[in-house]
């Protein structure tokens, strides 16, 4: 694509300015109805254990299917967290991965996914009535918040600091685990860091992606590891796609992965489906730990 300078540079960045603020309305106007025309579908992605290939949880991924075809929430998300929309969508998604937990562990009982994983953004933290909203959700649904993990992003986290340790800390006080997502994008202090209630650290896509070529990524991730391993923190690495990553990652001793590697994120009757057999298996006594680099493959 070519780019003219002048009058046609001027036209070329007024059309596409131009189609952000309609996408960026259209999208809003969507947004808001989106719950209620029963447009929005969880998505599900194993997260398992490094060493065994165990599954050890599922993070819960937001899908929006508006009359127009797919929407990535890579695109929806910053808009919804713009216009205040989040807030209504986080309890939509709050409430879905409660009542997963619920299902999940009525299903499976001790062999169930230790965790499910859900994203909270920034805004959804500036709420004053959150940990009641969520309170609420954990009662209606019967979910077991020591089951429930939070994931925010270092950037959210650092943020606003005072307010989003006191609001964690009534999280907590539930119950609920939190995660620090995204790790190593943000600006982490980490005296902050240790004031937080925080117990898992997820290594960004960013640093795994090449970290069987790149000797830089390479050192990132074994600071991170180490980082984790002096404050006792689980580590999760994001985006693992394929085995040198896993190799790589287990060596320094990461202790959780995610990524295409094992499985896409699937919607809830196929996740059940797919895994079923092997969460039973898992749980029992003595089995052996699958090679999971050759099961999942
Ligand atoms: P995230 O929380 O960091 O989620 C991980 C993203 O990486 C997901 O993208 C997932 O599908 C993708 N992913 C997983 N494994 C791989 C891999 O091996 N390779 C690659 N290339 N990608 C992989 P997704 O589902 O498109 O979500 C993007 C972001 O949108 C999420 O990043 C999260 O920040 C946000 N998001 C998604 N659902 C929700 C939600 O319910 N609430 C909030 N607040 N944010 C959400
Ligand atoms: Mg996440
Ligand atoms: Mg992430
Ligand atoms: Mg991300």
């Known amino acids: 694509e070519v780019k003219q300078k002048g009058r046609d540079g001027w036209h070329f960045f007024n059309d596409s300015l131009e189609q952000k603020v309609r996408q960026r309305l259209s999208v809003t106007q969507g947004l808001r109805l989106a719950i209620e025309r029963n447009e929005l579908s969880p998505r599900f992605q194993p997260i398992v254990c490094a060493d065994s290939g165990r599954i050890v949880g599922a993070e819960l991924l937001l899908r929006w299917f508006p009359p127009e075809g797919e929407i990535s929430p890579a695109i929806f998300i910053p808009i919804a967290e713009m216009t205040g929309a989040i807030v209504a969508l986080g309890l939509w998604v709050f409430r879905q991965a409660c009542r997963a937990e619920f299902d999940w562990r009525r299903r499976w009982s001790e062999s169930a996914p230790a965790y499910i994983s859900v994203n909270v953004s920034?805004?959804?933290?500036?709420?004053?009535?959150?940990?009641?909203?969520?309170?609420?959700?954990?009662?209606?649904?019967?979910?077991?918040?020591?089951?429930?993990?939070?994931?925010?992003?270092?950037?959210?986290?650092?943020?606003?600091?005072?307010?989003?340790?006191?609001?964690?800390?009534?999280?907590?006080?539930?119950?609920?685990?939190?995660?620090?997502?995204?790790?190593?994008?943000?600006?982490?202090?980490?005296?902050?860091?240790?004031?937080?209630?925080?117990?898992?650290?997820?290594?960004?896509?960013?640093?795994?992606?090449?970290?069987?070529?790149?000797?830089?990524?390479?050192?990132?991730?074994?600071?991170?590891?180490?980082?984790?391993?002096?404050?006792?923190?689980?580590?999760?690495?994001?985006?693992?796609?394929?085995?040198?990553?896993?190799?790589?990652?287990?060596?320094?001793?990461?202790?959780?992965?995610?990524?295409?590697?094992?499985?896409?994120?699937?919607?809830?009757?196929?996740?059940?489906?797919?895994?079923?057999?092997?969460?039973?298996?898992?749980?029992?006594?003595?089995?052996?730990?699958?090679?999971?680099?050759?099961?999942?493959?």
């Open 122 to 297: 920034a805004r959804q933290l500036s709420e004053q009535s959150l940990a009641e909203d969520f309170a609420e959700i954990l009662r209606e649904t019967g979910a077991d918040p020591r089951r429930i993990l939070l994931e925010i992003t270092e950037t959210s986290l650092m943020a606003d600091i005072d307010n989003n340790l006191r609001v964690l800390q009534r999280l907590a006080d539930l119950g609920m685990r939190v995660a620090v997502d995204d790790f190593g994008t943000g600006y982490s202090s980490l005296a902050q860091l240790t004031r937080l209630p925080v117990n898992v650290l997820k290594i960004d896509r960013a640093f795994v992606d090449g970290i069987e070529t790149q000797s830089e990524n390479r050192a990132v991730n074994r600071a991170i590891v180490g980082l984790a391993r002096a404050l006792g923190l689980k580590l999760v690495a994001e985006g693992v796609e394929n085995i040198e990553q896993l190799l790589e990652l287990r060596a320094l001793g990461c202790d959780y992965i995610q990524g295409y590697l094992f499985h896409r994120p699937l919607e809830e009757p196929m996740f059940i489906d797919r895994f079923s057999h092997e969460l039973q298996e898992q749980s029992l006594v003595g089995a052996e730990p699958p090679l999971f680099f050759l099961i999942y493959v």
